[in-house]
T-cell receptor, first 112, second 112 residues
Framework: DGGITQSPKYLFRKEGQNVTLSCEQN?????MYWYRQDPGQGLRLIYY???????QKGDIAEGYSVSREKKESFPLTVTSAQKNPTAFYLC???????????FGPGTRLTVT | KQEVTQIPAALSVPEGENLVLNCSFT??????LQWFRQDPGKGLTSLLL?????REQTSGRLNASLDKSSGRSTLYIAASQPGDSATYLC???????????FGGGTRLMVKP
């Protein structure tokens, strides 16, 4: 089955802890993205990667970090520096950054 | 900076009605525009992608139009069904192909 997987579906953390969200794709896509969605709002871009070993900041990168060591994987770390980390996090990929984006099922992170 | 606006924010219609969702963007230098559907607590499903050189795209009961010069797109849904109830998001890719900017979405409810 081809697609994008995100794990876990729900994640709970205490304030002050770093947490890493997983995103894997087997679509052979070059580009991958992380978005954040808050209740009743659209998506905001956190980080994107157009090719392996390269990534750029999006609109709201502060308090987040990523790596792209493999084409299939684009993990997102939410650090303790992120002031309001509770949100729904969506990962996406596309063949190139100009193509249609395909989304994973999302991870809902709750920090208390 | 690109801004994408969707009006209305919420819409409730009886089953069978034809309806139009609106999307406007401030910077007409776009590469393409995508319409997505999002069910509660789920990821996004791509509905239609319109390249900047195209005027419209059709898929089943869905028709999306693009007027790049005026910064507008519409999503037309024919003969609406309760299963169409979801949030509909539009997003534009800039000409550099490195940024997808989302609107806030239109939450649609189709009543039986």
């Amino acid at each position: 089955d081809g697609g994008i997987t995100q794990s876990p579906k729900y994640l709970f953390r205490k304030e002050g802890q770093n947490v890493t969200l997983s995103c894997e794709q087997n679509l052979n896509h070059d580009a991958m993205y992380w978005y954040r969605q808050d209740p009743g709002q659209g998506l905001r871009l956190i980080y994107y990667s157009q090719i392996v070993n390269d990534f750029q900041k999006g609109d709201i990168a502060e308090g987040y970090s990523v790596s792209r060591e493999k084409k299939e994987s684009f993990p997102l770390t939410v650090t303790s520096a992120q002031k309001n980390p509770t949100a729904f996090y969506l990962c996406a990929s596309s063949p190139t950054s100009f193509d249609e984006q395909y989304f994973g099922p999302g991870t809902r992170l709750t920090v208390t | 900076k690109q801004e994408v606006t969707q009006i209305p924010a919420a819409l409730s219609v009886p089953e069978g009605e034809n309806l139009v969702l609106n999307c406007s963007f401030t910077d007409s230098a776009i590469y393409n525009l995508q319409w997505f559907r999002q069910d509660p607590g789920k990821g996004l499903t791509s509905l239609l992608l319109i390249q900047s050189s195209q005027r419209e795209q059709t898929s089943g009961r869905l028709n999306a139009s693009l007027d790049k010069s005026s910064g507008r797109s519409t999503l037309y849904i024919a003969a609406s069904q309760p299963g169409d109830s979801a949030t509909y998001l539009c997003a534009v890719v800039n000409n550099a192909g490195n940024m997808l900017t989302f609107g806030g979405g239109t939450r649609l409810m189709v009543k039986p």
